[in-house]
């Protein structure tokens, strides 16, 4: 367990750390313990218009591709020294059990990382098309607003692409888990970036977010986190017609056609759906299994889920820790409890209380599931899985497509071929086929209200870049 003193007091803008605006601060609070863990300032809208002024200061639509490079790679390089810190704060502020931390939520960011700096030594930025000269420049200042659930992740995948195109940013982390962010900009600062190329904001989202949304002089808003305040987001961001990439919620379905190896799929799913405590926005918390399997599937997710241990986040034997704040432990437990009313059969866990103190939930399982109910439609954000029976491909279709929300998912079947063509017909922005394994550089983004745009590699790149047409003589 750490004992690092995490009381920051300054916000970073224009190059250095300086005061906010205000007094008023916001405190972290260990979702293990239930105590203080530190606090960062609550700043206010004139704190973000300092900060889009140093961005816009910064902002050179003609800097080189050298000039990025060497950037990028002093930015990686600083962030890569400081990853094992950034873990033990990630498990402290957010209860991520801290093999995970050390694994999924700093070596995955790094893996990102370097796939960005591998698209821009790749990247053309200039091609012919007849007498035309198309040219892909700097988008402008940009906005980032990110969650608490995979709180580096986040961060890397909005600021490394922006550096990479030349965009300064200005960024505003979650409230729930800010202090990972801190320590990444410490690494920024390290790095010697010049002044307003990156400026950090924390404070509430109504007062920072929404300002730096409507702000006339920021060109880019990226945002992450649930599609009610991505709505807000682009409501506000549309009133300047700027450019907006939303990457919100998900109820993704893992679907488990006939023929397919049902114990490596199950166990494979129930891994996917409960990673991270569930709070994970890709995660696959439908599982659909074929009616004529159904009991099989259901012995097979009851053995599978005995072996996640519910615990201290810092025992490396843990794999949940306590849900990140206890406003979500009691939006889960909402969630469990009114499933059960709805009619769907409690397999494993439920609402009970695991501890006096920290905001645990067990592992939990719902088999009966109706499609269109609560439980079926909704992004829980917890570890809670739905199992639902299907009839034919079909039905099974029918039932994954049958949400608002399409970011991921996964097929299995008897055979490549037949998984990738079912996927084909379901709507959502990503899926494992048989098991594939994950790609940092493959684009990820939602269909309907999972979001607009894409993030990651190349694609998420080239999302931070404007196009310019030159037709020539």
Same mark, same amino acid.
């Given at each position: 367990?750490?004992?690092?003193?995490?009381?920051?007091?300054?916000?970073?803008?224009?190059?250095?750390?300086?005061? /906010? !605006?205000?007094?008023?601060?916001?405190?972290?609070?260990?979702?293990?313990?239930?105590?203080?863990?530190?606090?960062?300032?609550?700043?206010?809208?004139?704190?973000?218009?300092?900060?889009?002024?140093?961005?816009?200061?910064?902002?050179?639509?003609?800097?080189?591709?050298?000039?990025?490079?060497?950037?990028?790679?002093?930015?990686?390089?600083?962030?890569?020294?400081?990853? /094992?810190?950034?873990?033990?704060?990630?498990?402290?502020?957010?209860?991520?059990?801290?093999? *995970?931390?050390?694994?999924? =939520?700093? =070596? *995955?960011?790094?893996?990102?990382?370097?796939?960005?700096?591998?698209?821009?030594?790749? +990247?053309? %930025?200039?091609?012919?098309?007849?007498?035309?000269?198309?040219?892909?420049?700097?988008?402008?200042?940009?906005?980032?607003?990110?969650?608490?659930?995979?709180?580096?992740?986040?961060?890397?995948?909005?600021?490394?692409?922006?550096?990479?195109?030349?965009?300064?940013?200005?960024?505003?982390?979650?409230?729930?888990?800010?202090?990972?962010?801190?320590? %990444?900009? @410490?690494?920024?600062?390290?790095?010697?970036?010049?002044?307003?190329?990156?400026?950090?904001?924390?404070?509430?989202?109504?007062?920072?977010?929404?300002?730096?949304?409507?702000?006339?002089?920021? @060109? +880019?808003?990226?945002?992450?986190?649930?599609?009610?305040?991505?709505?807000?987001?682009?409501?506000?961001?549309?009133?300047?017609?700027?450019?907006?990439?939303?990457?919100?919620?998900?109820?993704?379905?893992?679907?488990?056609?006939?023929?397919?190896?049902?114990?490596?799929?199950?166990?494979?799913?129930?891994?996917?759906?409960?990673?991270?405590?569930?709070?994970?926005?890709?995660?696959?918390?439908?599982?659909?299994?074929?009616?004529?399997?159904?009991?099989?599937?259901?012995?097979?997710?009851?053995?599978?889920?005995?072996?996640?241990?519910?615990?201290?986040?810092?025992?490396?034997?843990?794999?949940?820790?306590?849900?990140?704040?206890?406003?979500?432990?009691?939006?889960?437990?909402?969630?469990?409890?009114?499933?059960?009313?709805?009619?769907?059969?409690?397999?494993?866990?439920?609402? !009970?209380?695991?501890?006096?103190?920290? %905001?645990?939930?067990?592992?939990?399982?719902?088999?009966?599931? !109706?499609? @269109?109910?609560?439980?079926?439609?909704?992004?829980?954000?917890?570890?809670?899985?739905?199992?639902?029976?299907?009839? !034919?491909?079909?039905?099974?279709?029918?039932?994954?497509?049958?949400?608002?929300?399409?970011?991921?998912?996964?097929?299995?079947?008897?055979?490549?071929?037949?998984?990738?063509? +079912?996927?084909?017909?379901? =709507?959502?922005?990503?899926?494992?086929?048989?098991?594939?394994?994950?790609?940092?550089?493959?684009?990820?983004?939602?269909?309907?209200?999972?979001?607009?745009?894409?993030?990651?590699?190349?694609?998420?790149?080239?999302?931070?870049?404007?196009?310019?047409?030159?037709?020539?003589?």
């Amino acid at each position: 367990m750490t004992n690092h003193d995490y009381t920051r007091t300054e916000l970073y803008i224009d190059g250095g750390w300086v005061s /906010p !605006d205000g007094s008023d601060a916001i405190e972290v609070i260990d979702p293990a313990t239930e105590r203080v863990l530190g606090t960062v300032p609550s700043g206010t809208a004139a704190d973000v218009d300092a900060a889009v002024a140093a961005a816009r200061e910064a902002f050179d639509p003609l800097i080189g591709v050298a000039e990025r490079r060497a950037r990028l790679d002093a930015v990686i390089t600083a962030m890569e020294k400081r990853l /094992p810190d950034i873990a033990e704060t990630i498990t402290a502020e957010m209860g991520a059990p801290i093999r *995970v931390s050390q694994t999924v =939520q700093t =070596q *995955v960011p790094l893996a990102v990382a370097r796939g960005f700096a591998e698209a821009l030594a790749t +990247f053309e %930025f200039e091609e012919r098309i007849g007498n035309s000269l198309v040219t892909r420049e700097p988008y402008g200042v940009v906005a980032a607003i990110t969650p608490w659930n995979y709180p580096l992740y986040q961060v890397v995948a909005k600021v490394l692409p922006a550096i990479a195109a030349g965009c300064p940013v200005v960024l505003k982390p979650s409230n729930e888990a800010p202090l990972s962010v801190f320590e %990444f900009v @410490d690494a920024l600062h390290e790095a010697g970036l010049p002044p307003g190329t990156v400026n950090l904001v924390s404070g509430p989202g109504r007062v920072i977010g929404e300002r730096m949304s409507e702000h006339p002089d920021v @060109d +880019f808003v990226s945002f992450t986190g649930s599609t009610g305040v991505g709505s807000r987001v682009g409501e506000l961001a549309g009133r300047t017609i700027k450019k907006v990439a939303l990457e919100l919620g998900g109820k993704s379905a893992n679907v488990i056609l006939d023929g397919a190896d049902l114990a490596t799929a199950v166990k494979v799913g129930v891994g996917n759906a409960f990673l991270n405590g569930g709070q994970t926005c890709m995660a696959w918390t439908r599982m659909l299994v074929p009616a004529s399997r159904y009991g099989e599937a259901l012995d097979l997710v009851e053995a599978a889920v005995r072996k996640y241990t519910v615990g201290d986040p810092w025992d490396p034997g843990t794999r949940i820790g306590p849900s990140a704040s206890e406003s979500q432990y009691h939006t889960v437990l909402g969630f469990i409890e009114r499933a059960g009313r709805d009619g769907a059969r409690l397999l494993t866990g439920g609402a !009970d209380k695991l501890r006096d103190v920290g %905001f645990y939930i067990a592992p939990t399982v719902f088999a009966d599931v !109706d499609p @269109d109910s609560e439980l079926g439609q909704e992004e829980v954000f917890g570890p809670v899985l739905a199992v639902i029976p299907f009839t !034919d491909t079909d039905d099974a279709l029918r039932i994954a497509n049958g949400t608002p929300y399409g970011l991921s998912g996964a097929v299995w079947a008897a055979d490549d071929d037949s998984a990738v063509a +079912f996927a084909r017909r379901v =709507q959502t922005g990503q899926l494992d086929i048989n098991g594939g394994r994950y790609n940092p550089a493959a684009p990820f983004g939602g269909y309907k209200k999972s979001g607009i745009g894409r993030e990651l590699g190349r694609i998420g790149f080239e999302e931070y870049l404007q196009i310019k047409s030159l037709q020539m003589p």
